[in-house]
């Protein structure tokens, strides 16, 4: 992101010029590899924070160390694997498929860890992650992509919802479906 001032705005009584603030933002195939490097710090706070212990004995699911090695190291290939294709090149499938995988492991996850919260009103290990960095790199992400037509504003929001329909399916599956 560049940052920087100009004086092209007309002060509005004529005349002198006020400078303003300008910032550029990151290219789509630049900003996307925000997102693997957010979510492998994710892993570790949950991992440290005893995410599949918090499962079992605070959301009453069945998630063991094993299950949480496999589902992260899965999630993770396929999250690089989605980013490499479209960093190499954008379509308009790669885009959907991106934005769908992505936002159900971090944008919708960053709801799940942030309801959870005072639902159980005990720290969801996940929870720092989630604010710091995955909303706010979410936020970056889906400017870009709107900014630069990636996807139209339609396709977009159905990604979105296709994306917390992953995270549902993957929350009721993994949580409540591995057996310990």
Known sequence: MIVGMT???VHPHG???????IV???GFRNVIWLMPAAYLLHIAEEYLGGFPAWVTHDVHGRFDNVAFAF???AFMAILVTLVSVNYRRRALVRSVALVVFASANLFWDALFHLGMTPILNRYSPGLIT???LYYPICLLIGT????E????GRQFTLA???GLAVFAFVVWYGLFHFAT
Do not use: S
């Open 24 to 26: 550029t933002l990151p």
């Open 7 to 9: 004086d092209d705005d």
């Open 160 to 162: 979105l919802t296709g």
């Open 149 to 152: 037509k990636v996807l139209t």
């Open 71 to 73: 589902n992260n190291l």
């Open 15 to 21: 005349g002198a010029t006020r400078p303003r603030a």
């Open 144 to 147: 870009v992509i709107i900014k």
């Open 130 to 132: 989630a604010m710091l």
